[in-house]
């Protein structure tokens, strides 16, 4: 297997430094795959922007526990697609992005996962508010559309016979032709 080697990505076992000065480095525990964190310090007198997160979803119908799939995009400027939501006996929950892998328990590994149990919860009820109000908006839509639909054929076929019974009883009877008249001289 090559190794594509980046100028500023240091050797394995070494630590790296960045423009702030702060040093890390961390060994994942997998055959070669090092993880560095790039510490940026934010400048002086500012704080870190909140978090926002936009969420899309698309709900489907029940198959099995799986109810819906959603894309988070963190604050406008990265996209994570491939959420998955899922309806268990607790209620809805979002489960991350996998991939088959055949050495992982499951047999899937998270492509991508938040770091901390606050993060997972706030990720979690961000992906599940917007999939009940996109169902709430679907079951509105259908309702709408359900009330301004035509009666079935039955109902439309008895109302015009109604209507023409209506129209018919109204109508003078229609008068004899002399023909018949003479006829029966």
């Known amino acids: 297997m090559s190794q594509k080697k980046f100028p500023d990505t240091p050797e394995n076992g070494q630590q790296s430094t960045n423009d702030t000065g702060k040093t890390a480095t961390k060994e994942t525990g997998q ?3 090092k993880e560095t964190d790039i510490i940026a310090a934010p400048e002086a007198g500012t704080t870190a922007p909140p978090l926002s997160l936009t969420v899309a979803v698309r709900p489907i119908s029940p198959t099995g526990n799986l109810v819906g799939f959603a894309n988070v995009k963190f604050n406008d400027s990265f996209v994570v ?21 055949q050495s992982a328990s499951t047999g899937y590994r998270e492509v991508a996962k938040p770091v901390t149990a606050a993060f997972r919860s706030q990720l ?12 709430q908006e679907i079951q509105s839509l259908a309702a709408a559309i359900e009330s301004e639909q035509k009666p079935s054929i039955t109902k439309q076929l008895s109302d015009g016979a109604e209507r023409a019974a209506k129209s018919n009883a109204a109508r003078p009877a229609p008068a004899k032709h002399k023909q018949a008249e003479t006829d029966t001289r």
């Open 31 to 33: 055959t070669d795959i």
């Open 81 to 101: 697609e491939g959420f998955r939501i899922l309806r268990s006996g607790k209620g809805l929950f979002t489960a991350m992005p996998s991939k088959p892998d």
């Open 124 to 135: 979690n009820e961000a992906v599940i508010t917007a999939y009940e109000t996109k169902v």
